[in-house]
C-alpha cells in the first residue's frame, strides 16, 4: 500500500457546498432531511426535559417539586411537543424525506423546492408554540379540550395553536410530495409490487396526512375564534357543543396515531428483511395492511369517547370497528416473525431495535384491545394505564423504529459507520430503562392512579419510584446515540456503499450519496428483497 493514487474526490451532497446559506437554501431532499433531523432532535430533548421533570415532581407523593400549575403546563408542552414536533414529523420528514427519491430511484422529491418550504413552515410554527412556552406555557393537554381550552384557560391557547396548526401545513405538502414522488418517478421497472416496504409505509402515512391534517387544522382554529370571539361552536352557554371538538380532534387524532406508528412499521420491515436475509414473507400483506390501518383509522375515533356521554349504540359500533384495526397490525407481526423464520439473523444495532420494536408494539396494541372493550375502558379511562397503554405504541414502538432506522441509513446519511458496540449497548439501555419506565403504570392505572394529577395517595408511590428511575435510565439511553452519532460524523470509519449488504436501489449508490443521488437512472430488473441466504432453505 506504498503508493496511493491521488483520486481527486467526487463531490457527495455533504461537500457539494459550504457554508450556512448553502444548506438554509438547498433543494436537495437530503440536506432537507437533514435539517429536519437537527430541529427534530432540538425538540425531543426539550420534549425529553420536559418528561424528565414530571417524572420527578411524580418521585413523592406530596406534589413538592413544582405547583400544579407548572405541572400542568409541564405535561401539556411535552405532550404538545413529543407528537406535534417530534413523533409525526419524525421517520416521514428526516427518513422518509432522505429516502423516497433514493428508494424509487429518482434525483429528488417531485417538487424541491415544496420540500424546502415544509421544513421553513415546520420551524415557523415550532417558534409560535415555543413562544408560548416560554412566555406563560399552556395548561390544557394537548388534547385541547373544549370548554377549557376554549373558555376558562387563562394561559397561551391561541399562540400554541396557532403553532400547531402552522406546522400542519408542513404534513399536508410533505405528503403530497411523496405521494406525488411514488406516483410519477419510480425508475424504469420498478412496479409498485416491487416498492420497498418502507415506501408502501410512507405512502399510506401521506394519505393520513393529507385527509386527515385539515380536520385538525380546523378544529384548532375554531377553539381560537372561540375564544377570541365567542363564536358559540363549543360554549354551552352560547349555544356551541363541547363534545363536537372531541370528535373533530379525534376524528384526526386517530388516524394521527397510525402516521406515529405506520412509518416505523416500514423502517422495521426493512431491518428485519436485512439482517435475516430472507425475503419479506407476504409481501402484498404487509404492503396493503399499511393502507388497511390508514383506512380503518379513520372509522375508530369513538373508542376516545366512551365515556363521554355518546349512546350506547355508538359505543358498541366503535369499540367493534376499534378491534377490526388489530387484524392488519396482527398481520404485519405475524408476516415479520415468519420472515425470521429459518433466515439467517444477525444481530446489529439496527435489529435490535427492530426486536424491541415488535416486543413492545405487540403489548401497546393488545392493551389498546382492552381499551377497545367497553367495560374495561370505563374502569381505567383517564388513568396511567392510558399513559402506559399510548407510550408503548408511540415511545416503545415510534422511537424505537425511529432509532433502528437512523442506525440502519446511517452509513448512508453521514457516510460513516458508528461504533457497533456503543450501538448494542445504547439498545439494551433504551429497552430495559422504556419497560422499567412504562411498565409500572400499566399498574398503576389498574389500581387506580389518574392521569395528570401533580400528587398522589402514599400506596402509589413505590410504583413512581420506579417509573422515576427507568426514565433516568431511558434518558442516559438516549443521551449516548447523541453523543456517539456526532462524534463518528466526523471521526467514524468511512463507510462502504453498502455495510449491510443490503437490497435496495439506496444501498447501490455512494455512501454518502451524490447531490443527483445516482450517476446513471437505475434500472430495477427484479422484487424487492432478492435475499437468498447461504444454507437457507427458504429464500
Ligand atoms: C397502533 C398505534 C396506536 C397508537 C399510536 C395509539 C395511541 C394512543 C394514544 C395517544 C392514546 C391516548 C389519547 C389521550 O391522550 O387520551 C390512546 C388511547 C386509546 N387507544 Fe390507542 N393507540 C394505538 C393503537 C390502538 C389500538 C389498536 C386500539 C384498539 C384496538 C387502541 C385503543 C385505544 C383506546 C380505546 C384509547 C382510549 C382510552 C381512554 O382514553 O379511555 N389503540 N391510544
Ligand atoms: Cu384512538
Not at 385541547?144 to 403553532?163: A, Q, R
Not at 387484524?327 to 404485519?332: G, Q, T, V, W, Y
Not at 444481530?347 to 377497545?372: D, E, V
Request: proline share 6%; charged share 10%; net charge neutral.
Amino acid at each position: 500500500m506504498s503508493v496511493a493514487l491521488a483520486q481527486p474526490e467526487r463531490p457527495d451532497y455533504l461537500n457539494d457546498g459550504y457554508g450556512i446559506k448553502s444548506w438554509l437554501l438547498t433543494r436537495d431532499h437530503k440536506r432537507i432531511a437533514l435539517l429536519y433531523l437537527a430541529s427534530i432532535t432540538l425538540f425531543f430533548v426539550l420534549g425529553g426535559i420536559f418528561a424528565l421533570i414530571i417524572r420527578l415532581e411524580l418521585l413523592t407523593p406530596a406534589g413538592d417539586l413544582v405547583t400544579s400549575q407548572t405541572y400542568n403546563k409541564l405535561f401539556t408542552m411535552h405532550g404538545v411537543i413529543m407528537v406535534f414536533f417530534f413523533l409525526i414529523p419524525s421517520i416521514p420528514a428526516v427518513l422518509g424525506n432522505f429516502l423516497i427519491p433514493l428508494m424509487v430511484g429518482a434525483r429528488d422529491l417531485a417538487f424541491p423546492r415544496l420540500n424546502l418550504l415544509s421544513w421553513y413552515v415546520y420551524v415557523v410554527g415550532g417558534v409560535f408554540t415555543l413562544t408560548a412556552a416560554i412566555t406563560g406555557g399552556v395548561d390544557t393537554g394537548w388534547t385541547f379540550y373544549t370548554p377549557y381550552s376554549s373558555t376558562y384557560s387563562n394561559t397561551h391557547v391561541v399562540l400554541t395553536v396557532v403553532g400547531v396548526f402552522i406546522t400542519g401545513f408542513s404534513s399536508i405538502l410533505t405528503g403530497l410530495n411523496f405521494i406525488v414522488t411514488i406516483h410519477k418517478m419510480r425508475a424504469p421497472g420498478l412496479s409498485w409490487f416491487r416498492l420497498p416496504l418502507f415506501v408502501w409505509s410512507m405512502y399510506a402515512t401521506s394519505m393520513i396526512f393529507i385527509l386527515g391534517t385539515p380536520v385538525l387544522a380546523i378544529s384548532l382554529v375554531l377553539v381560537g375564534l372561540e375564544r377570541i370571539f365567542r363564536i358559540g361552536i363549543f360554549d354551552p352557554h352560547i349555544g356551541g357543543d363541547p363534545l363536537l371538538f372531541q370528535h373533530l380532534f379525534w376524528f384526526y387524532s386517530h388516524p394521527a396515531v397510525y402516521i406515529m406508528i405506520l412509518p416505523s412499521m416500514g423502517v422495521v420491515s426493512e431491518i428485519i428483511t436485512c439482517f435475516s436475509r430472507k425475503r419479506a414473507f407476504g409481501y402484498n400483506f404487509i404492503a396493503f395492511s399499511s393502507v388497511a390501518i390508514a383506512v380503518l383509522g379513520f372509522l375508530v375515533w369513538g373508542h376516545h369517547m366512551f365515556v363521554s356521554g355518546q349512546s350506547v349504540a355508538a359505543g358498541v359500533i366503535f369499540s367493534g370497528l376499534s378491534f377490526l384495526v388489530a387484524i392488519p397490525s396482527a398481520i404485519k407481526v405475524f408476516n415479520w416473525t415468519a420472515t425470521l423464520y429459518k433466515g439467517s439473523v444477525s444481530y446489529q444495532t439496527p435489529m435490535l431495535y427492530a426486536f424491541g420494536f415488535i416486543g413492545l408494539f405487540t403489548i401497546g396494541g393488545l392493551t389498546g384491545l382492552f381499551l377497545a372493550t367497553l367495560g374495561v375502558d370505563v374502569h381505567v379511562h383517564d388513568t396511567y394505564f392510558i399513559i402506559a397503554h399510548f407510550h408503548y405504541i408511540m415511545v416503545g414502538g415510534a422511537v424505537m423504529g425511529y432509532l433502528g432506522g437512523i442506525h440502519f441509513w446511517w452509513p448512508k446519511i453521514s457516510g460513516r459507520m458508528y461504533p457497533e458496540w456503543w450501538g448494542r449497548v445504547a439498545a439494551v439501555v433504551v429497552f430495559l430503562g422504556f419497560n422499567l419506565t412504562f411498565f409500572p403504570q400499566f399498574i398503576l392505572g389498574y389500581l387506580g392512579m389518574p392521569r395528570r394529577y401533580h400528587a398522589y395517595p402514599p400506596e402509589f408511590q413505590v410504583l413512581n419510584v420506579m417509573s422515576t428511575a427507568g426514565a433516568s435510565i431511558l434518558g442516559i439511553g438516549y443521551l449516548l446515540p447523541l453523543v456517539y452519532l456526532t462524534w463518528s460524523m466526523r471521526y467514524g470509519p468511512k463507510a462502504s456503499a453498502n455495510p449491510w449488504a443490503a437490497k435496495g436501489l439506496e444501498w447501490e449508490t455512494t455512501s454518502p450519496p451524490p447531490t443527483e443521488n445516482f450517476l446513471e437512472t437505475p434500472i430495477v430488473t427484479e422484487e424487492a428483497y432478492a435475499y437468498a441466504a447461504p444454507g437457507a432453505t427458504h429464500v
